[in-house]
């Protein structure tokens, strides 16, 4: 397997190839450089680690142009849809097409064999969905649990899945639709789920979940409450829901 700095011209021309306009001009660099397609890009300073091309095809922002077909192109040379990033984390590129929101690159990826369940993600060293709903990306996250990822209570508290979060925290019951995956359910992991719902403007689970003893107040991730991050998600509903609870941004917590 072949290691390039990222500042190689060989990297530098197959990363423009890429995230470019031509998938052609891909093709020719594989087909010039016998094993490029398993090679790894080593990064220095901020981020530094080493990535595969398929990672730079699902990096932020994302929504490259021809994105399935570059990563079908890199697939049918030999790169490996399941490689892992190796530095501070070990996520997969599916985790990276879903912190991205790309789903046309999420299908290429997973109709390549990229593996659905893979942990490493940077938000609890979860799955893809654990780094989409983390980061907001709900067309991402609703994308993967179609493509039947298996949800956790802090996955199906944002995305609305009420039925999935009445099972966790009340059991599951005869219907079919139960979660695929059971959790501890105490107090901090209802105030998480709580939190995660008004992350995704998910008024019903947010109300059934503070009936349940969720925090209203709880200061979760970039030091929001519940409040701001509702109104950080244009959560106009949610926003004038909370108001209603007596809730309070960071800004007005001891």
């Given amino acids: 397997m072949e290691t390039l700095d990222s500042r190689d011209p060989l990297s530098v021309a197959v990363t423009e190839a890429i995230r470019g306009d031509d998938v052609a001009a891909l093709r020719q660099c594989l087909a010039k450089h016998p094993g490029l397609a398993t090679a790894r890009i080593v990064e220095r300073g901020p981020g530094a680690g080493s990535r595969t091309l398929l990672h730079i095809a699902a990096d932020w922002p994302g929504h490259f142009p021809h994105g399935p077909a570059v990563v079908a192109t890199l697939v049918a040379a030999g790169a490996d849809p399941n490689a892992r990033f190796d530095g501070a984390h070990s996520e997969t590129p599916l985790h990276w097409a879903a912190s991205s929101n790309d789903v046309p690159v999420l299908d290429a990826l997973v109709q390549a064999g990229a593996d659905i369940e893979a942990p490493g993600a940077v938000i609890g060293g979860g799955t893809p969905l654990a780094d989409a709903r983390g980061f907001g990306q709900w067309r991402a996250a609703r994308r993967l649990v179609e493509l039947g990822a298996r949800t956790t209570l802090q996955d199906a508290a944002p995305l609305g899945l009420l039925d999935r979060v009445k099972a966790f925290v009340e059991g599951p019951g005869p219907a079919d639709d139960k ?15 709580f939190w995660g719902a008004c992350h995704g403007g998910q008024l019903a689970t947010a109300e059934y979940l503070l009936v349940h003893g969720a925090d209203l107040d709880w200061i979760g991730y970039d030091d929001k409450t519940p409040l701001d991050i509702a109104r950080a998600s244009d959560a106009d509903a949610v926003v004038r829901w909370l108001r209603d609870q007596g809730a309070k941004g960071r800004a007005e917590l001891p």
């Fill in 179 to 193: 979660p695929a995956e059971q959790e501890p359910v105490d107090h901090d992991a209802l105030t998480r789920a």
